[in-house]
């Protein structure tokens, strides 16, 4: 009994010392695990402020870098509102200053001073298109300094505009230091400058002087448009006669052809004529080529294709030959002296008869198809 005892106690003790072991190595390892993400967060703490610092270092150096353009662009902005001020003022005050009055003595001046004024002045950029500029800058200049320590950082966006107002305030600005050259250029001009003989005494101001040369410009440009609307008027008539007589020229011509044609149908008309071209004009089958299904005159044409129409002896044999033909049953038919195929040019009236039918289908030929006498 007292073994099992023993025994007990002794299973008791081992059971309570594995126990007690296995607690304190359970609570060494919590112990080293939560060392272990202590270890972890600090790292992760670490890497987070790793990252907002160089996050705020890049950011840092976008903003300087936004910011040195928008203040090169503030102060040229500013610089060109100054400029633009002080041009305008010198310039108002030219106009009626005793610099101004010197200038008006020289035409050549006052031409220079009017286009500068119409022109060059008007070129330029108004004050309130600068001040808003100038504002626009100081209120991106603003903005980057409010955000100044944090990760901002100014987008591309904002570098173009700076940079386009930048080419615009360079360019305004150029014109405007032009502009004040040409102010001075006149004063100076006018001081050396010998006047001319009929101006000794300074009476104009450069504005009256401008007023001046504008009402005579204006004057000489209303006597070139007269002078160019009475030419355009001269002009006008001379292509109106022009027209006149060619329509009148046209209108003669018409009539002499319409009289030439009167008295070539008449000459067609006449019985004499008509006898003489019988062996052509009347209307019969045998026609050039073929025979024809219907009576009818001899072809205007097919006596010049076959060469009849010719002026050579060639041509008033074929004309003999059509005139003689004895197979044409219809038409009247020549019959010369000597009854031969050449026998047309054997005595002088029998060539005289075939040279004169010639003549008259020549002459004669258009107006006899008018007529229907010829076919075409």
């Known amino acids: 009994m007292l073994a099992l005892l023993v025994l007990a106690m002794v299973i008791i003790g081992t059971l309570v010392f594995f126990s007690y072991r296995s607690t304190n190595e359970k609570a060494r390892l919590e112990r080293q695990a939560e060392a272990w993400k202590l270890e972890q967060a600090k790292v992760e703490i670490d890497r987070q402020k790793a990252q907002e610092q160089a996050k705020l270092a890049i950011a840092l150096t976008r903003q300087t870098d936004a910011l040195s353009q928008i203040r090169v662009a503030t102060n040229a902005c500013g610089q060109l509102l100054l400029n633009l001020t002080e041009l305008e003022g010198e310039a108002a005050t030219l106009r009626s200053s005793d610099a101004g009055r010197r200038v008006a003595r020289f035409p050549d001046l006052v031409a220079m001073a009017k286009r500068f004024y119409e022109v060059d002045m008007r070129d330029l950029p108004a004050q309130s298109v600068v001040i808003s500029k100038l504002e626009g800058e100081r209120l991106l200049e603003h903005q980057l300094m409010a955000a100044s320590g944090t990760t901002f950082e100014p987008d591309a966006a904002v570098t173009s505009a700076v940079q386009t107002d930048m080419r615009w305030i360079n360019q305004e600005s150029q014109k405007v230091q032009v502009a004040r050259a040409l102010v001075a250029r006149l004063i100076e001009a006018a001081k050396f400058k010998v006047p001319p003989a009929d101006s000794t005494v ?25 002078s160019e609307d009475a030419k355009a008027k001269a ?14 020229k046209v209108a003669a011509e018409q009539a002499a052809d319409e009289a030439l044609k009167v008295q070539l149908r008449a000459k067609a008309k006449d019985p004499k004529i008509q006898a003489k071209l019988a062996p052509f004009t009347t209307p019969g089958y045998v026609q050039f ?21 010719s002026q050579s002896k060639t041509g008033l044999q074929k004309l003999a030959t059509v005139a003689k033909l004895r197979e044409d049953k219809v038409r009247p038919r020549w019959h010369f002296r000597i009854d031969q195929p050449s026998g047309w040019d054997k005595t002088t009236s029998d060539r005289e008869m075939v040279m004169e ?10 107006t006899l198809v008018e007529m229907g006498l010829l076919q075409k």
């Open 357 to 366: 039918a010639q003549q008259l289908l020549i002459e004669l030929g258009p």
């Open 289 to 309: 080529g073929s025979d024809s299904y219907d009576k009818a005159p001899l072809s205007y044409s097919g006596l010049m294709q076959y060469g009849a129409l």
């Open 202 to 226: 300074v009476s104009l101001t450069l504005d009256g002087a401008i007023a001046q040369l504008t009402r005579l410009q204006a004057a000489k440009l209303k006597a070139d448009q007269v």
């Open 235 to 248: 002009d006008k008539q001379e292509r109106e006669q022009l027209v006149r007589n060619a329509e009148r």
